[in-house]
């Protein structure tokens, strides 16, 4: 599987251990509904803190975003239509030294930026590679960010993977505006 399929995947994985299930009490119990959100501020939310990462990244290379979607949320009845927004995106064109720089100053800065880092340490994969996690301050983005570094002489290039993510909510502009809170 080449980078971009592994992306995919690790995107997909992330969404629903990030956003999908954790709304969700246990099951066969009540849950909360999913509150009600106009996409497009999520969208514009998720996006927002994709910015605010690459700003803290703080290096001049090659930056591929993918345009932002939307992933439904399990633990939710599909007539529901629960989703969350997701934003993945790659880092890379600079050194091994700069990248692993660069997550340093991710684990001074999220903080600094109201992120709640939650995980910091090798993620769970046969690379064990590093890996933040960190929830925004308010509680509706978490960001799932993962340091790549290829060997030398390696096809691909090193890079820093950043996964953003929404909170669970229904599309208020969808017609449920009337239970918007």
């Not at 994709?50 to 939307?70: H, M, Q, T, V, Y």
């Amino acid at each position: 599987m080449n980078r971009l399929g592994a992306s995919i995947v690790l995107a997909l994985v992330v969404a629903l251990s990030l956003g999908g299930c954790s709304q969700v009490k246990e099951e066969g119990k009540d849950k909360a509904p999913a509150p009600v959100r106009d996409e497009q501020v999520v969208e514009k939310r998720v996006l927002d803190a994709s910015s605010e990462i690459r700003d803290a990244i703080g290096l001049e290379g090659k930056a591929r975003p993918w345009n932002a979607f939307p992933v439904k949320c399990s633990g939710y009845p599909s007539e529901e239509n629960v989703v969350n927004m997701n934003h993945t995106w790659t880092f890379s064109g600079v050194s091994d030294e700069s990248l692993e720089e660069a997550m340093g100053r991710l684990r001074k800065a999220l903080p600094a930026g109201g992120w709640k880092i939650v995980k910091d340490g090798p993620d769970r994969s046969q690379s064990k590679a590093p890996q933040i996690v960190a929830n925004s301050g308010d509680g509706q983005v978490s960001a799932d960010i993962r340091l790549f570094l290829e060997p030398p002489g390696a096809e691909r290039s090193s890079s820093i993977t950043i996964f953003v993510v929404s909170k669970c909510f229904r599309d208020g502009a969808a017609g449920d505006a009337a239970d918007a809170s």
